[in-house]
């Protein structure tokens, strides 16, 4: 799953692999931990089921989760969707897409408040060469 600090010292996990031990394969589903009382809260679910997800925290407050891969464990189909977490509302919502598919890679806020998104795999099965930005 992919998972990151929230203002408030929560955490948001978006997504990841689930099911039974013979059937695992990504998830839609989204949580928030509040680590002061130890407890899990559902929040919004990703539109499409996401493993290998990357997410970081915006400086707004809000979360951005990015990428990922549907399909099974066993055979992931890197994707480009993305969306954002608004943990006033505890909705998620699907943003415009990345121009290349990342299953994994590196997510960064960088000082002005853009995102970096780079490497990863893409929907060819390979590794992704390209780098793109994304502005909230």
Known sequence: FAMTL???????????????????????????FNPASSSFSSVGNLTTSSAF??????????????????????????????WVFEPSSGSMTSVSSLSVEHAGGAVFLMEDGTVYVGGGESGAGISVDASESWSP
Do not use: H, W, Y
């Not at 929230?6 to 928030?32: H, M, R, T, W, Y």
């Not at 707004?60 to 480009?80: E, M, N, Q």
């Open 6 to 32: 929230l203002n408030d010292g929560s955490v948001l996990l978006a997504g990841g692999g689930g099911g039974d031990i013979f059937n695992i394969g990504p998830i839609k589903q989204c949580e928030v």
């Open 53 to 82: 997800a990357s997410c970081v925290s915006l400086k707004d407050g809000r979360a951005l989760v990015v990428g990922g891969a549907t399909g099974s464990i066993d055979d992931p189909l890197p994707i480009s969707d993305c």
